[in-house]
């Protein structure tokens, strides 16, 4: 089994402040780790190889920097990682991304299965997944939150919606995303993350992967950021209630009728 | 196979959406907002709307969706249908676009939304926004402005991809205006088939449940009472389940309480769990990390019951109580019994 499986560095969230004007969090920029929804994938593929051999490659598209996140995944087991790094990749949108990495992962050859986050959290959109799956043209499940088979054709899975979930099963090559709950992830052995600060880290260009120029980067990106704005502040009062249990769920209680909320 | 080139976007016409349908075969009521937001857009653009409808049966769906608004409602039916399959539902719909060449498509920011829609626009190559809270066409250019939450909630950015056809965007339930059925609206209804080359390399569903317990449901809940770690353990979230079935709402959680084990993880809410937008959001004894407030920031109103009123939440919550959440969420019961409240569990 051979296994890609895509990884994003974020920006870790920071500490929680909140504007006392606005009632909004007052954001601080941390530092960059691995999306947390990734390392639930790494882990699974993984666990996967480690069941059924083969071989997991860790895939990022970013700034030399994201390396580290490569190193991250390499020190829980993957067996090798390569990093999408150049201008022309600057500024890619969610389409432009996963046309690279489809492409790369053409490129790394005979991939079984695809696994990535649920989402990446800085951007929130999960449309990275399916856009590879669609540029490969191959199946796709989103938020698989348990494996249930692995087979030698094909793939079963259950995926969890709002009201339940399903049971589905696809021909590899495929593509998965995955959601928290699938496992807990590791933390790297001293020894492991030792040796995957050693290890090499190939960088691959637009043309070591074969992609049109006309398809990455901010240029060719479909969607284009108008502008950013803050949000719209929350209420700035807040009622404030204490004293005994009884009066305090009385006010309440008379508070959310006044303001019709039951 | 690309519709979208430069030389034909004159062509591409319509404000079309994707139809929500809950597992019963019945439509969810994101397809009215989506209806609702695609007749404004319609109107400032002089053109239709139109709904495209899959399912075993669409037949009672179809009527529903012209008095929501629809000029036109496009009806594929196919047992096949009934559950979600991200590729047959792909290769219908962009079957469709190509065919119709809608000018703009809208579709529900929900689990299935959120992987067919971006499956769609992967293969059309057009630009696609998650998640709007927002959408306006610029008065100068006619092109779809989208707004959108971004790193959390803590900035508002507004896209646009008017280079390509069609503009899409999916849209977060709760949040657009759905307009009144009106029964006497006229549209028409066009049947299409599914092809044989639709169903091809498409998955299998091997089984799809829908669970009993009606309140895991958060992203359709008016109403949210969520626990911490503070709760202590599952008997502590039966409190909270008694509150929020008075209420009629649904149970969240931190991710504490949820990697403890004291309520499964669904009900998480927060950056690795789900976004909720909830009119009333009670938080009980969760102190408020950035990883659970932007989850849940975007709530109408926020309460939250903590010991200590220092915490984020208490802070930014619009309704702080001070007290112990074990003695003061017995009394709250009493008093809504008080009061006669009691909703019974979260009606769907
Ligand atoms: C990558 C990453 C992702 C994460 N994703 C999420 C996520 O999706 N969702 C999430 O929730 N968290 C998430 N977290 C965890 C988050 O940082 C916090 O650890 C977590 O939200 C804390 O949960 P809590 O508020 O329940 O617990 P605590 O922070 O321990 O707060 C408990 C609160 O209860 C109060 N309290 C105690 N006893 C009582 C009582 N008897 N009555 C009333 N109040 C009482 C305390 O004063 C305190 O304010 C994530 C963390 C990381 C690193």
């Known amino acids: ?262 | 196979m690309k519709l979208l080139n430069e030389h034909d976007r004159e062509s591409c016409r319509n404000v079309w959406i994707i139809s929500e349908f809950l597992p019963d075969g019945e439509l969810h009521a994101v397809s009215f907002e989506l209806l609702g937001a695609a007749r404004t857009l319609a109107e400032e653009l002089g053109c239709e709307v139109w709904a495209a409808a899959l399912g075993r049966d669409v037949s009672k769906a179809a009527p529903q969706l012209i008095s929501r608004g629809a000029d036109k409602v496009i009806a594929v039916e196919d047992g096949r249908l009934e559950y979600f399959n991200d590729e047959f539902e792909c290769n219908i719909l962009e079957r469709l676009v190509c065919k119709y060449r809608p000018e703009i498509l809208l579709g529900a920011a929900t689990s299935r939304g959120r992987a067919l829609i971006p499956r769609l626009a992967g293969k059309l190559y057009c630009g696609l926004t998650a998640d709007c809270t927002g959408l306006s066409i610029d008065k100068e250019t006619g092109v779809l402005l989208q707004t959108r939450p971004a790193f959390g909630g803590n900035i508002m950015a507004t896209i646009q991809s008017g280079g390509f056809r069609p503009q899409m965007a999916t849209v977060r339930p709760k949040v657009m205006k759905a307009l009144e059925a009106d029964p006497i609206r006229t549209g028409e209804i066009i049947y299409e088939a599914v092809t044989e080359k639709d169903g091809e390399k498409i998955k299998e569903i091997i089984k799809a449940v829908t669970e009993a317990q009606s309140n895991v449901n958060l992203s359709d809940a008016n109403i949210i009472v969520s626990g911490g770690r503070a709760v202590k353990g599952p008997e502590g979230f039966r409190l909270l389940e008694e509150l929020a079935s008075r209420l009629g709402g649904a149970v969240g959680a931190s991710r504490a309480a949820v990697d403890s084990g004291w309520i499964a993880y669904p009900h998480q809410v927060g950056q690795t769990g789900q976004t909720v937008q909830a009119d009333l959001y009670i938080a009980c004894g969760i102190s408020g990390q950035i990883q659970h407030l932007i989850g849940m920031q975007s709530c109408k109103t926020i309460v939250a019951i903590d010991k200590d009123d220092s915490t984020p939440m208490m802070q930014m919550a619009d309704i702080a109580i001070k007290g112990d959440l074990f003695e003061i969420i017995p009394k709250i019961i009493e008093e809504l019994d008080k009061n006669g409240i009691n909703k019974g569990g979260n009606k769907q």
């Open chain 1, 1 to 262: 089994m051979k296994i890609a499986v895509c990884v994003k560095q974020v920006p870790a969230a920071g500490d929680a402040k909140i504007n006392p004007e606005t009632k909004r969090i007052i954001r601080e920029g941390g530092k960059a780790v691995v999306n947390p929804f990734d390392l639930y994938a790494i882990e699974e593929a993984v666990r996967i190889k480690e069941r059924t051999g083969g071989e997991v490659i860790a895939l990022s598209m970013g700034p030399e920097k994201a390396k580290a996140a490569l190193t991250e995944a390499l020190s829980m087991g993957v067996d090798r990682a390569v990093l999408l790094s150049d201008r022309a990749f600057g500024g890619s949108d969610t389409w432009a991304t996963s046309y690279a990495l489809a492409k790369a992962i053409e490129k790394i050859g005979g991939v079984d299965l695809i696994l990535c986050g649920k989402q990446a959290v800085d951007g929130d959109t999960a449309q990275v997944g399916a856009g590879i799956a669609a540029k490969l043209d191959i199946m796709q499940a989103a938020n698989v939150w348990r494996i249930e088979e692995i087979g030698a054709d094909t793939v079963t899975v259950k995926r969890i919606n709002e009201r339940g979930w399903d049971v589905v099963r696809l021909a590899y090559p495929a593509l998965l995303t995955v959601v928290k709950d699938i496992n807990i992830p590791r933390i790297p052995k001293l020894r492991d993350a030792r040796a995957a600060r050693r290890a090499e880290i190939p960088v691959w260009k637009p043309e070591d992967i074969g992609a049109d120029p006309d398809k990455i980067g901010l240029k060719s990106s479909p969607t284009q950021v108008v502008k950013t704005a803050p949000p719209a502040a929350r209420g700035a009062e807040t009622l404030k209630i204490d004293g005994s249990s009884e009066e305090a769920a009385n006010v309440f209680v008379s508070e959310l009728i006044r303001r019709k909320l039951v």
